[in-house]
């Protein structure tokens, strides 16, 4: 553990970022390892806003967030659904640079590039071609081909592919140079949709649902009370997940600093929903029971549903950490647990896309994507501008008023992460000039890199 003088330091430093002048937090966890050992747990501000509500169980008072605090982590979901996919490569049931067509049970091609064929390796590093376009997430008794094949209801004119690029003005004597190469392997553009496609072949692999999958070969074996189905969660910390907050209505505002915090999502209030995953609009509710896995891999949201306290997000850290092994005893269990082979980690830790000094092979017009590795990234931090100087690998998550961000060094052994509950201001109108990255994410990472590392 730290001293108590940096830990009391680090705590008044994570308390103040949470009251930013007309840009509160909701509520904050932060959890931190260093040399392969927990370090540092913090806690601070609300995970339930009952003065808001209309409670008719008596109990009054908002809550605060606490070690068992459970938050929808956004898209630092993805390397726990990466992982996932590297067990099946590992069982010799999954080719990372196979035609992913070949899990899925129909063809998936961009028609733009239609002789190249998309891998599991490009799915889980955003090179694939395919684009989230204004839909990627289709519900219960609708099929992902159907985002794929021009006959599908949510094909949308071939929105979720790539187009060719045209030729593009100089302004030199030479006129026009080619467009970007955007075929699929050559070209990082985030996609959230390719996190659905790889959970369709991950069923179609196993004949199990994505969520039950994930309970079976990650969570329950690292002891994590959580999971991609918040009807897997136990009764005992049902209640512990969280609202996710901002003082918006939606996505397209208004803000009002000064206004209520607004659940935006998962305002359960302790009862579990009778369906855990989107339906369609109209008409009478599909049953879940009846869904065939492998025919939508996204009902689950694999690219950014767990549900997930501070501390097992920290065991998921410790894992890459540790070559695929977890020791459970520093987290308050009583053994080590392999889930991956070194080898394996190390392969998701290797880059399979650089951006170019140029930004030529990058679709990311905010400069902050560095490297992609298998469901990794490497993104610009406060003190890093490039690949080379960076030493964090991990993911950020963005979602609902939910910001975070899961990083560790697989060289040091360090590694932290950070989950914030919702935020009080848009977003997008406050980012740092220096990094680039959104103020309050900046202020805590380079808070918890000063006292630790």
């Known amino acids: 553990m730290i001293s108590s003088e940096r830990k009391n330091s680090l705590d008044a430093t994570l308390e103040s970022i949470l009251s930013f002048p007309g840009r509160e937090l909701s509520g904050l966890s932060v959890f931190a390892i260093r040399e392969g050992k927990p370090v540092y747990e913090g806690y601070f501000g609300t995970r339930r806003f009952r003065s808001t ?22 898209s630092i979901s993805k390397p726990a659904t990466a992982i996932g996919a590297m067990i099946l490569v590992e069982r010799g049931l999954l080719d990372p640079d196979g035609d992913i067509s070949d899990y899925l049970g129909f063809t998936l091609r961009n028609p733009h590039f239609s002789g190249i064929p998309i891998t599991a390796r490009m799915l889980l590093s955003h090179t694939s071609g395919l684009r989230d376009a204004d839909y990627y997430f289709p519900p219960l008794s609708h099929e992902m081909r159907e985002l794929f094949e021009p006959e599908g209801r949510h094909y949308d004119g071939g929105a979720h592919f790539a187009g060719l690029e045209p030729a593009r003005e100089t302004g030199r004597d030479t006129g026009r140079e080619p467009g970007r190469d955007t075929s699929p392997g050559r070209f990082y553009c985030y996609c959230n949709l390719g996190y659905g496609v790889i959970a369709t072949a991950m069923e179609r692999i196993t004949h199990r649902r994505f969520d039950l999958f994930m309970r079976d070969e990650l969570f329950e074996p690292l002891g994590i009370d959580g999971g991609f189905n918040v009807n897997l969660v136990s009764d005992a910390h049902f209640e512990d997940i969280s609202p996710i907050y901002r003082k918006s209505p939606g996505d397209d505002g208004p803000w009002d600093p000064c206004g209520p915090w607004i659940p935006q999502t998962d305002d359960f209030r302790g009862v579990r929903p009778s369906i855990a995953v989107r339906i369609p609009e109209g008409g009478p509710a599909p049953r879940l029971e009846e869904y065939e896995p492998g025919t939508n891999g996204a009902l689950f949201s694999p690219q950014g549903g767990l549900r997930i306290r501070a501390r097992d997000l920290g065991k998921i850290a410790a894992l890459f950490i540790g070559g695929g092994e977890v020791d459970l005893s520093r987290f308050g269990g009583q053994s080590s647990v392999r889930i991956l082979r070194e080898a394996s980690v190390h392969a998701m830790c290797d880059p399979k896309w650089l951006r170019a000094a140029d930004g030529s092979n990058c679709g990311d ?12 990234m490497k993104n610009r931090g406060p003190r890093e501008c490039d690949a080379e100087s960076c030493r964090w690998w991990g993911h950020h998550g963005d979602a609902y008023g939910f910001l975070g961000g899961m990083l560790f060094d697989p060289d040091s052994g360090d590694g932290y992460l950070y989950m914030i509950g919702g935020v009080g201001a848009d977003p997008e109108r406050n980012r740092s000039r220096e990094s680039g990255l959104f103020v309050w994410e900046d202020a805590i990472r380079r808070a918890i890199e000063s006292a630790l590392y």
């Open 53 to 74: 509500e209309r409670a008719d169980d008596g109990r009054q008072g908002d809550l605060p967030v606490d070690s068992e605090t459970r938050w929808r982590i956004a």
């Open 365 to 376: 017009p905010s400069g902050l994507s560095l490297a992609t590795g298998w469901g990794l």
